[in-house]
């Protein structure tokens, strides 16, 4: 079994910025992508950036330039470093991590992200 935690969402101004932190724990092995997803009211949940266990990185087009993902594997925690935020990027953030063998999804239970003046 796996469970996340999300830590680090909370109140930012506008250009400001946010490190949300995603700790994993239980039997985690290789080959798996974790990444950060973002859901509002009334619309579907997003994929925001991902992080495959190699390293490799996807963004969503609207946080590219902003939005750097990345991941310790010994720690097991991935972070999302959150720069130049803008209102549109208040959400509620979880982490997922995807086991690529098995197809097993695991969610965090969110954290919040405020960007309000």
């Not at 859901?39 to 925001?48: L, N, T």
């Not at 190699?54 to 590219?64: E, H, P, R």
């Amino acid at each position: 079994q796996v469970q996340l935690m999300e830590s680090g969402g909370g109140l930012v101004q506008p250009g400001g910025s946010l490190r949300l932190s995603c700790a994993a724990s239980g039997s985690i092995f290789s080959g798996n992508v974790m990444g950060w997803y973002r859901q509002v009211p009334g619309k579907e949940r997003e994929s925001v950036a991902t992080i495959t266990s190699g390293g490799a990185t996807n963004y969503a087009d609207s946080v590219k330039g902003r939005f750097t993902i990345s991941r310790d594997n010994v720690k097991k925690t991935v972070y999302l470093q959150m720069n130049s935020l803008k209102p549109e990027d208040t959400a509620l953030y979880y982490c997922n991590l995807y086991r690529v063998l098995s197809k097993m999804n695991y969610w965090g239970k969110g954290t919040l992200v405020t960007v309000s003046s």
